[in-house]
Each structure stands twice: as C-alpha cells, then as structure tokens.
C-alpha cells in the first residue's frame, strides 16, 4: 500500500519553529517529486513549497519564503519542512503530497500531485 505519513506537527508560540516530516512506505520517494500545503479552516488547500526528486530544485509560496525551509533525504524515503518564525496565521492541517513528473513549478500545482498524506495539525498560539 502507497502511502505520506506526516509527522512533526503542534502547537508552538509565535515566533517558534516546528520541523515536518513526511515518510513514505510502499514506495521510493527517489522518482517523486515532494510538495508541501496547508489548508486553514474554510480555506482553499494552498501549495507552500515543493522539492524536486533529486533534491537541486526548490520553489517557495510568497507567504513562507524567509521562512520555511524544504529537504528531503531520499535514502530515508523522507521529506521534511523546516519552518521558523511561525505566525498565528501559519495555523493549518500540513500535508505532503508526491508528483512523478518528479520536476516543481513555479505555482505548486496541486492537480499535479498523485499521492496525499493525511496531514498534521499545526497551531501557532500564545
């Protein structure tokens, strides 16, 4: 069975970091590329960052780019989101999502990506 499993997610203060991570089983994550979204109540599923398959390629959503950092490490079949100086409005459930063209574009097309996790709640609250 393919499957994303995000981990990492909680509560923090603002100002704080949290580290995502999204494990895969059932597949390699070497022939994929790996996005990040995060869908706040009553909101629209909005793309934050994706890596290419192999790593050289990277692209940011305006709203994280400073911020957030996106890695992968594929011989643990696992992407990761670093993300630092969290806001209130970072607030959201995260998931990881896997693309076979294995290449990013430059807007995080959702319609490109094939293979969901389930997503990890994060809250940014004093």
């Known amino acids: 069975q393919l499957q994303l499993v995000e981990s990492g997610g909680g509560l923090v203060q603002p100002g704080g970091s949290l580290r995502l991570s999204c494990a895969a089983s059932?597949?390699?994550?070497?022939?994929?590329?790996i996005g990040w979204f995060r869908q706040a109540p009553g909101k629209e599923r909005e793309g934050l960052s994706c890596?290419?398959?192999?790593?050289?390629?990277?692209t940011y959503a305006d709203s994280v780019k400073g911020r957030f950092i996106i890695s992968r490490d594929n011989a643990k079949s696992t992407a990761y989101l670093q993300m630092n100086s969290l806001k209130p409005e970072d607030t959201a459930i995260y998931y990881c999502?896997?693309?076979?063209?294995?290449?990013?574009?430059?807007?995080?097309?959702?319609?490109?990506?094939?293979?969901w996790g389930r997503g990890a709640q994060v809250t940014v609250s004093s």
């Open positions: 890596i290419s398959s192999s790593g050289s390629s990277t």
């Open positions: 999502a896997a693309d076979p063209s294995r290449r990013c574009t430059l807007d995080i097309n959702i319609k490109l990506f094939d293979f």
């Open positions: 059932g597949f390699s994550l070497d022939y994929y590329a």
